[in-house]
């Protein structure tokens, strides 16, 4: 999500940081959560009633802080384009790769958005790429393809529509980060249209067409749900804001690292998926790919 960041003073420095780390964490369990839910909820209809009930809870925030949720007539196209981008595609496309992929797996992927940021950056914004972004690009080409053929840890050929939503999700995150431009609304009241506008039409679809059996979610499930809306779409953004407010872009921007290395590791510990060497390497590429991409996109976003 979009955010401006306050110029950050060296005594809420360390606030900062432990808010960043709240949000990365809680961010990276969720991977775990979702696909544990999804065992139970269709895709679209969990996220989309998810997104629907926080965007109520974060609009009434946005409310009691004096937020107006008041959207100026010419802003709404690019509200509307943001949703998309921010919520639809980045929510919806990364919940249903998780239908082909592993918790691990959908986050490594999924948190290659730096990488393509730099990359939309120069056609839109005209900055050229540094030397460091372009070897990023390669790391993180490379722990993709090094995790996709490596020993049996393979990608299987049914898995490669989860890999083209995780990383759709990705690129059009992206793409919104670069070519939309801030919209003048507060962040409550700017995070809640983006969960209203992007998560509701998940919901209708999946009332209509996925067709979920309500009866299914078990008490385990229910957390997971629970987690999903209360934790990864509530605390965690607010923690997000906070963040924001105390630490330069960049470092925020870096924080984020620790997502999906908690995700890789949510996913071992809860739902029992591989980690081992062949995980290891590939995250760690990816995530050298990640943060050599990170400092011309935070200094293209500030």
């Not at 960041?5 to 969720?30: E, H, I, K, M």
């Not at 919209?183 to 700017?190: D, R």
Request: glycine letters at 12%; aromatic letters at 10%.
């Amino acid at each position: 999500m979009n955010a401006t960041a306050a110029t950050p003073d060296r005594g809420g420095r360390r606030v900062g940081l432990q808010f960043l780390l709240v949000t990365s964490a809680g961010w990276g369990f969720n991977w775990a959560a979702m696909k544990f839910l999804l065992t139970q909820w269709p895709p679209l209809f969990a996220r989309g009633l998810s997104g629907v009930i926080a965007a109520m809870a974060i609009g009434a925030i946005a409310w009691a802080l004096g937020e107006t949720l008041r959207v100026p007539a010419r802003s709404v196209p690019r509200l509307v384009a943001s949703a998309g981008c921010s919520v639809f595609a980045w929510m919806g496309f990364s919940t249903l790769s998780l239908v082909w992929l592993t918790a691990g797996q959908a986050a490594m992927l999924v948190y290659t958005m730096p990488v393509w940021a730099m990359l939309f950056a120069w056609p839109l914004r005209g900055h050229r790429p540094r030397v460091g972004g372009v070897l990023g690009l390669v790391l993180c080409m490379a722990g993709i393809a090094f995790l996709a053929g490596a020993h049996g840890a393979a990608f299987g050929l049914a898995q490669w529509p989860g890999i083209a939503f995780a990383l759709l999700a990705a690129a059009l995150f992206a793409l919104g980060t670069v070519a939309i431009r801030p919209l003048p609304l507060g962040p409550f009241a700017h995070l809640a249209w983006q969960l209203a506008l992007g998560c509701a039409p998940m919901l209708v679809y999946g009332i209509a067409v996925e067709r979920p059996a309500l009866s299914a979610l078990s008490p385990g499930g229910l957390a997971a749900f629970v987690y999903m809306t209360v934790v990864a779409m509530g605390v965690c953004y607010l923690a997000w804001f906070a963040a924001l407010r105390r630490l330069p872009p960049s470092t925020a921007s870096l924080g984020t690292l620790v997502t999906p290395v908690v995700g890789v590791v949510a996913g071992a510990l809860f739902l029992g998926e591989a980690l081992g060497p062949t995980q290891w390497a590939a995250l760690a590429l990816v995530l050298s790919g990640v943060a050599l991409a990170l400092p011309s996109t935070a200094t293209q976003r500030a």
